[in-house]
């Protein structure tokens, strides 16, 4: 093997493995999904060998940037697993439908821009409450009732 294809691979392994620890995935739980045995999946991390088409394909359904892995260079506009959802509804619509789309983003706007809130997780004993809003001071909330 030529040493420029050995350190593309070095390389792509690499970027692979930052890809898999971004989505949560072990070496082990990914080669699972794929049916792939976990020294695959090392070989393809290490730069032993190449993943395959189908392979790479499976990734980018993860949600994986297959062209960052493939190149190093991040997708130009990467678009989510919601916006792809939303992108795919969106193209069934008759023309109707899509005026409708457009009239509720337009609605939708804002004038002002849009107020970071504060989050603050309160805890109780073994119960903890999420509590998302304007929180501007210390506030406790008591959930449930007293045992009689």
């Known amino acids: 093997m030529s040493n420029e294809k050995s350190e593309y691979l070095f ?21 699972e999904l794929f049916d792939k045995s976990s020294r695959t999946q090392i070989k393809y991390e290490s730069g032993e060998t190449a993943p395959d088409a189908v392979f790479l ?17 991040a997708s130009p506009n990467p678009i989510t697993t919601e ?34 809130r504060k989050q603050k997780i309160i805890f109780q004993g073994n119960i903890a409450q999420q509590v998302t809003g304007d929180i501007v001071a210390p506030q406790t909330i008591k959930a449930g009732r007293k045992k009689k």
């Open 83 to 116: 916006e792809k959802i939303v992108l795919a509804a969106y193209r069934k619509l008759d023309d109707r439908g899509k005026a409708g789309v457009f009239g509720l983003l337009d609605g939708m706007k804002l004038s002002a821009p849009a107020v970071k």
């Open 11 to 31: 390389l792509l392994g690499g970027r692979l493995a930052e890809e898999r620890l971004k989505t949560g995935h072990t070496q082990r739980s990914l080669a």
């Open 57 to 73: 394909h499976g990734l980018h359904i993860l949600g994986m940037d297959v062209h960052y892995i493939l190149t190093g260079e």
